[in-house]
């Protein structure tokens, strides 16, 4: 396959795995991609040559200079000292140990193969860490060790694996000239990082200065920082360019961010064109391993050294080892931070280490794209031009532990927490997450907070009232308009926080409303057309359309009601469009006024017929839902402005009315949440993150006025 159609497939797979993952949130998202990569290899014959130096450059680069730059400040500077040793010593531990223990089980493999795959597999993907530490509940000192430590791990695990390597292709291995080797790779690889990033921010600055601001060329100077900074290392310092872009990441979140040197739209940019490529990079890369299986596999079946229901378990035994030594870990750091807290007088009621806490922290080593991208690395050939020894084994091992640990963790999750969210990854998480910042505040303190859904729904309820206020005869319609729009997204949210007895019976309610409403309608149709107000081809028109309506209430109500998606709101509002145009291009002039009278007089009749069903004596009006009410008033009011006569004039006064009122709404929101935040009820993280979307709005409506 040529490397476009390959570049387009795998894109078009990664979009396509996220959104089966929206409807099967329980399964991680990269398992999904592995298994879409291994359906395309097998039913398209798809393959992809791998090199191992653009394939190291293109994926583990920016992977780890992005975890580098998003590095919680604070905790990196707070326990800079037990995080680098973990992510160090834990590392060379699972290496070393691991790679023995790997070989006692895998004879056939050599020592070198062996401590590279042990390498290979240390380093877990910090998302999926944090995602499980978090809703796990895990003491503080456990959770900050296993979400710095996996931040950090990559590089250590990286170099490890170059090294086991090496020594594999060349057939030579020192530790004495390995120990320089390591000593200058790191320490160049470091400060190469850290001068080249620096001569980058001072360049930007310079560029700055000079008037060239421009916040697109600066998000692409950004995202080719690690390439440069990779490729420079590598290329001419002969250094680790891993801990060169790990160092320069850092660096980077430090002092690339100043507002002095900044605009306020380059984060907002960068920032998601950051979650674009890390999304599209670690999908590429699981499903490269899903391609990759079959060949792993024919290998290993092919091979009469080793069975292949013996790789799968040699495959369990591995992710056991890895856990067991983890686990062994981080009871050990447990139980001697409690010992040293135990000396401090203030400190002697400090909880000692449990063994269950050590094995939730454990099973949270969940290994991801990094050790994926570096056992694909691997070469294929040694030195002397003799296949690579156990390389198909080692790919085979290596993702049977991916695997494993997914699903172990897909399936442990909701069993060790009450927090039932799926696991999140690299994949399918961004930095907006308040789960992921291990910066971000205990749950067991916020149990008072409201949810941000009910957070939401105040603040926009607050938007509504003050778009009630505002509304005046000269812009009836776009109030309707508008505050039709929020009744959408609130009933939307409502729903969600209802319970499925309560859902019922709001669906069941609003469903016997609308009856009640298209009876009006009839109703009124029938008058006009008996009144000779209207002619027989418009009653026809009209009753299709309202035998339509009745047709698809009762099927699509249910699905509509509790999902309130915007996008099926705007396409009924396309639909509608093109249907009217459509009769108008069938239809005289005299036929659209006789249209626009029926809009109108259904209307009122609607509005007139519920009201009189509100007004019987049989009728508890305190069963309904006040939201279901509302909705289906403004919708009919709305539908009354819609079928008034515009002039040119009055629809660019409409704009700028909606505009206004928009804006209005947008304070009213602001407002709101500040009153939830005085009182109490939200965070200032909360808080934070629904001033941001309430931005976003007022950015895309200054866009939207713009392009008018």
């Known amino acids: 396959m040529h490397i476009l159609e390959a570049v387009i497939l795998l894109m078009t797979l990664v979009v396509f795995s996220n959104v089966v993952d929206h409807f099967i949130p329980a399964v991680p998202v990269s398992l999904i991609q592995v298994v879409l990569g291994l359906g395309a290899a097998l039913v398209m014959r798809v393959t992809i040559p791998l090199e191992t130096d ?190 060169a872009v790990v160092a320069a990441g850092i660096i980077f979140h430090f002092y690339g961010t100043a507002p002095d040197r900044s605009q306020p739209e380059l984060k907002l940019v960068s920032e998601k064109t950051w979650d674009i490529i890390i999304y599209t990079l670690n999908g590429i890369v699981f499903l490269i391993l899903g391609i990759e299986l079959p060949l792993a596999t024919t290998n290993v079946i092919q091979n009469n050294k080793i069975n292949t229901f013996a790789a799968l378990g040699i495959s369990f035994v591995a992710w056991l080892i890895l856990l067991a030594i983890r686990v062994f870990w981080i009871y050990t750091y447990q139980a001697v931070s409690s010992l040293r807290s135990r000396k401090i007088k203030s400190l002697k009621t400090k909880q000692m280490p449990t063994f269950k806490a050590a094995l939730l922290a454990g099973l949270s080593g969940v290994r991801g794209a990094v050790t994926m991208a570096g056992v694909l690395s691997i070469p294929m050939t040694i030195d002397g031009g003799s296949p690579f020894p156990s390389r198909s084994l080692a790919l085979f091992v290596a993702a049977g532990v991916i695997i494993i640990s997914l699903v172990v963790a897909t399936i442990t999750l909701p069993l060790i927490s009450e927090d039932k969210a799926p696991l999140l990854t690299r994949a399918n998480a961004t930095d907006d997450s308040d789960d992921l910042n291990p910066n971000s505040s205990d749950t067991d303190e916020d149990t008072h907070y409201i949810s941000e859904d009910e957070a939401r729904v105040y603040i926009m309820k607050l938007a509504v009232q003050r778009i009630e206020e505002e509304r005046r005869p000269s812009n009836q319609k776009e109030a309707f308009d508008l505050i039709l729009d929020y009744q959408f997204l609130i009933r939307r949210l409502e729903l969600k926080l209802q319970d499925k007895k309560e859902m019922d019976s709001i669906i069941s309610d609003e469903l016997a409303l609308r009856r009640v409403a298209l009876r009006g309608e009839r109703a009124a149709v029938q008058q006009l057309f008996d009144d000779q107000k209207i002619s027989r081809q418009a009653f026809l028109i009209a009753n299709a359309k309202l035998q339509r309506l009745e047709n698809q209430m009762i099927r699509s109500i249910g699905h509509k009601i509790k999902l309130g998606h915007g996008t099926a709101r705007n396409f009924v509002k396309l639909r509608n469009r093109i249907a009217l145009w459509i009769i108008r291009q069938k239809t005289d002039e005299d036929i659209s006024d006789e249209l626009s009278l029926i809009q109108r007089e259904e209307a009122k009749a609607a509005i007139s017929a519920l009201s009189a069903y509100f007004a019987r004596d049989d009728i508890d009006n305190q069963r309904f839902d006040s939201q279901s009410v509302y909705h289906l008033i403004v919708h009919y009011r709305n539908q009354i402005e819609l079928a008034k006569d515009h002039s040119q004039k009055q629809i660019q006064d409409q704009a700028m009315n909606y505009q206004n009122l928009r804006i209005k709404a947008l304070a009213a929101e602001r407002e709101g949440v500040q009153v939830l935040l005085e009182q109490g009820n939200i965070d200032w993280a909360m808080a934070a993150h629904l001033r941001q979307y309430i931005n976003y709005s007022e950015t895309v409506l200054i866009m939207d006025y713009q392009n008018q």
């Open 54 to 243: 653009w394939f190291l450059l293109l994926f583990i680069a920016p992977l780890l200079f992005n975890d580098g730059r998003r590095f919680p400040k604070r905790e990196l500077w707070k326990l800079r000292g037990p995080i680098l040793a973990n992510a160090i010593v834990l590392v060379f531990l699972t290496t070393i140990l691991g790679g023995f223990l790997f070989h006692l089980i895998i004879p056939t493999m050599p020592f070198s193969v062996s401590f590279a795959l042990a390498a290979i597999l240390s380093p877990t993907d910090p998302v999926a860490v944090q995602s499980i530490s978090k809703r796990a509940k895990l003491p503080e000192g456990i959770l900050h060790i296993v979400s710095g430590e996996s931040l950090i791990n990559d590089a250590s695990g990286l170099i490890a694996f170059k090294y086991a390597v090496a020594a594999t292709v060349t057939g030579v291995f020192s530790i004495k000239s390995a120990a320089i080797d390591f000593i200058y790779i790191s320490i160049v690889g470091f400060v190469s990082g850290i001068l080249i990033i620096a001569l980058i921010l001072m360049m930007e600055n310079w560029l700055y200065r000079q008037g060239i601001n421009d916040v697109i060329f600066s998000t692409v100077l950004q995202v080719t920082t690690p390439f440069v900074v990779y490729l420079v290392t590598e290329e001419f310092f002969h250094a680790s360019g891993v801990i």
